[in-house]
């Protein structure tokens, strides 16, 4: 567990061999190491938040989008909803990845905004892409343009997903925000 903490991009965190709580512990000590506690967690000189929940900053639920997966569940009355309690090892063996990112250590990242239609709204997302890892993480910038939530940080693992952040690259708008 302890190793994780001497992780280097572009190395995974070793997790197969831990049970979930032991997993839990592990994944925890980096996260809180390189976000929760991490002064420096700043993007460009904007400092990087997590999203509030009813007002108050809510680490667990930024942990959960770093290291869950998001699935499709039937809940009791038969609807269909979205769950985010799915361990997603892709996620969690490249969760110190975000702190080198962030610091823009890596040559063949690309860096760009995009407007974009969520849940009726326009939105306006700022994305670090690794080419050569698949990997993405998703900022967004605060109304005050000041600073940034990290909404999420995920490996492409599916062609299709790759192929959907390159059309996002060649729709970006001219001002990173």
Known sequence: MATNLLKKYNGFLDLTHLNEASRTISLRGVFDRDIANNTAFVFRQKIIRPLKKEGEVDMDTLFGHLTRKTEDMINPSGETVKSRNIFDIDRSKRLHWIWHHIQENVPTVLIFSSQERKDGKDVIRTYIFDIDEHYVIVLQPQRSTFDYYLLSAYYL????????????????ISTLY
């Open 157 to 172: 693992n599916e062609e299709w997903a790759r192929r959907n952040m390159k059309k996002k690259w060649k729709r970006r």
